[in-house]
């Protein structure tokens, strides 16, 4: 097996810029709409698209186009990524952003990819990536489905809140470092585990005890 360099994990700010998906079908679907909620601008060319990427053209969330991939495609391109099922225009991809300096992924395909997409979930602002370099993408799933069991939807509510008590410790405590410190005594605290019992006002109390016992230190 050749021998892959570890991935360096990193967050894209994608927003308004130039993504282009080369392919139509439901890969191409979901590698849009994700693209999409980092409000990147998309565009994609296809020889046939499904009907909900035609339906993307149509309210204007992408660009569209139904013809066959070309050389100078990724012209302006940030990032390309590449869903079709014929392997010579996957490789044409790969080579010309390689050429251009452009982030390329091509599905199922990690040696022609300068990254990898993790499977990743989403609670709010709260994302929790998972790879497993390219070896078992049907693993980096399922321990994405075992988390979904762990951090439901409500916990992007609870994201909120911690917020909340975040700029409480902000205002209060001016100095990062005794704020870190007050951070982790929060969290060994259990704060999360009230968040999820809904136990507001417990969560609170733990949140002013922590402020409290570090003015008893001043």
Known sequence: MDSVAPYYPV?????????????????????????????AQV????????????????????????????????????????ATDDPQVNEAIFQEAQASEVLVNIADD?????????ATLRRGDLAIAITTGGKSPALARQLRLELEEIYPREFAQHLEELACYRRLLRERLPDPSRREAVWRDIMAGGILDLLRQERMQD????????????????
């Open 203 to 218: 969560a609170l109390k733990l949140v002013q005890d922590a402020l409290d016992r570090v003015g008893d230190r001043d």
């Open 11 to 39: 967050a894209l700010d994608l927003r308004h810029r130039r993504c282009v998906v080369i392919g139509g079908g439901t890969v191409a679907e979901r590698k849009v709409e994700s693209l999409l909620e980092c409000q």
């Open 110 to 118: 990690p040696q022609h990819c300068n990254f990898i997409v993790p």
């Open 43 to 82: 565009m994609v060319i296809a020889r046939r698209a499904t009907s909900r990427l035609r339906e993307m053209a149509r309210v204007g969330a992408i660009r569209l186009e139904e013809r066959r991939y070309q050389p100078g495609d990724l012209a302006g391109a940030f990032l390309a990524m590449g």
